[in-house]
């Protein structure tokens, strides 16, 4: 048959009637989204496995603190515990929420324990007298400036928030990398780039040469045309990964969550004895600021004479377990930064089975020959002269612009961890509550805000973040002034409704 009927293959003696050439259009649009979506299915597989293998991790290393807490405490402490045992799970409970995403200030929660600890402690090592919930704010206030737990709440504040803060954002990074992947991968083709590899992948069939492979630069060329935007993601998305191992360094480094965390129920202990060890002296300066409280009718319980010897309290390092998992996270996000641009090269080469560039026995799109056009660079901009895919350079996806965002977003929240700032952000585009398990959704991405308290550090907001990658690695975080930055989002928003 001379071809004349052929739409998109050349024209020319053919085996193919017009229903084979849809068919196999629609046939080839089908196997390259499918190799699409199965090269992002292996990088969200690896970024869901490391978050998989942290938050097990992180997990077991707070439930063995709080096991140990209540194992020991009771033999310890005797009353002094076990009438305080909802104060020591509310504070587990709290720190676990917000390692998962709620809507917790950290240092409000722990600021919170240490008073109530303090005001039920207070209560029971002085049961001869009656003491009210109005003495009780009184003699917080008096007792707190003589720091009747010693330096442990302040010290334990400053390294615990560092440690959660670069855990939490760590966590969150992986899901919402494997989010952005799985996004991504979602996106269909165009009908130019349709067109495209069908004349790729099986043009050939139809001048009776199917077992010429395509010539390698062809193929990138139609393969750099089709995935344009997505090899857009390139920048952010190293930044991402950059950031990752920058913060997987801090938690295995001076934030060692095996130490800090490891050991919370430790520095409770030591903060029970410093209390008792003070104990008159602290009473002596309540009594004397907030006057002397009434005796109690009910007498004294005694609860000093039940107290029983002290238990040395151990913590069982885990320290080299997690030295593994940051080496083995390192080396995925390593080898995972260049994804998006490898990505043309990868399909080609694995799955296009092109034929290799020094080839000149290759299907070049016409015949059986060698390729001679150059091939493209990565990323939109570069396909304005695209010679086998029209690239309307315009009209950027709106999906993958917004998965960029997403990244920028991700990856100045781990700048923050970085140096130990928590960043609550007002999402300024789609949700991304699909981000992995149902309880991991990153409450601070979903735009819910921290409540507000004089007493503690907040932390810092952005409507949106700045320009990642840069401040990671330095000791500050830069903020862009509000006007500017709601003149972006404002931007941001038009831009979308034009590109649509």
Not at 158 to 163: F, L, N, P, Q, Y
Request: glycine share 6%; net charge neutral.
């Amino acid at each position: 048959v001379l071809g004349e009927h052929l739409r998109i293959c050349p024209q020319g003696y053919t085996c193919c009637t017009s229903e084979m050439e849809e068919n196999f259009a629609n046939k080839s649009r089908n196997e390259f989204e499918a190799m699409m979506k199965e090269a992002g299915r292996s990088v969200q597989t690896t970024l869901t496995a490391q978050h998989r293998s942290f938050d097990s991790y992180f997990q077991d290393l707070l439930n063995k603190s709080e096991k140990a807490l209540y194992d020991a405490f009771p033999s310890m402490y005797g009353e002094l515990y076990t009438q305080n045992m909802k104060v020591f799970k509310d504070l587990y409970s709290e720190l676990r929420r917000y390692y998962r995403g709620s809507n917790i200030n950290l240092e409000e929660a722990l600021n919170e324990f240490w008073t109530r600890l303090l005001e039920r402690l207070f209560k029971l090592m002085n049961p001869q007298y009656h003491i009210t919930d109005e003495y009780l704010d009184c003699m917080v206030k008096h007792a707190e400036q003589h720091k009747p737990f010693g330096e442990v709440p302040r010290d334990l504040k400053v390294k615990a928030t560092r440690a959660f803060i670069a855990a939490r954002s760590y966590a969150q990074g992986f899901l919402v990398g494997s989010d952005v992947v799985k996004k991504v991968s979602q996106v269909s083709l165009s009908h130019e780039c349709t067109r495209a590899i069908m004349k790729l992948m099986y043009c050939p069939h139809c001048r009776g040469m199917s077992s010429v492979k395509p010539c390698n630069n062809y193929c990138l060329n139609v393969v750099k045309g089709c995935l344009a935007n997505q090899a857009d993601l390139n920048t952010e998305w190293k930044y991402l990964m950059d950031s990752l191992v920058i913060v997987a360094d801090r938690i295995d480094g001076p934030y060692n969550v095996d130490t800090v965390i490891g050991t919370i129920h430790m520095r409770i202990a030591e903060a029970i004895s410093n209390l008792q060890e003070n104990k008159d002296s602290i009473t002596a300066k309540v009594f004397q600021g907030c006057g002397n409280p009434k005796i109690s009718t009910k007498g004294s319980s005694g609860e000093d004479k039940k107290r029983r010897g002290k238990v040395t309290l151990e913590a069982k390092s885990s320290a080299q377990a997690l030295e593994m998992l940051v080496l083995d996270a390192k080396g995925n996000l390593t080898a995972l930064k260049t994804y998006w641009i490898t990505l043309p090269s990868s399909l080609c080469s694995k799955k296009v089975m092109a034929s290799s560039a020094a080839d000149d026995k290759c299907w070049n799109g016409m015949t059986k020959g060698s390729y001679l056009p150059e091939v493209m660079g990565d990323g939109l901009a570069n396909q304005i002269n695209n010679p086998e895919v029209e690239v309307d350079i315009t009209k950027p996806d709106m999906t993958i612009r917004q998965q960029i965002m997403q990244l920028k977003i991700m990856t100045n929240r781990l700048g923050n961890a970085n140096i130990g700032n928590d960043v609550d952000f007002q999402d300024a585009s789609d949700d991304m509550s699909g981000s992995g398990s149902g309880d991991s959704c990153p409450d601070d991405v979903c735009g819910k805000r921290l409540s507000k308290s004089p007493s503690t550090r907040q932390p810092e907001t952005h409507a949106i973040p700045k320009q990642s990658g840069h401040g990671i690695n330095g000791a500050s975080s830069r903020s862009l002034p509000s006007a500017f930055l709601l003149l972006l989002l404002v931007a941001f928003i038009a831009a979308q409704h034009l590109w649509r």
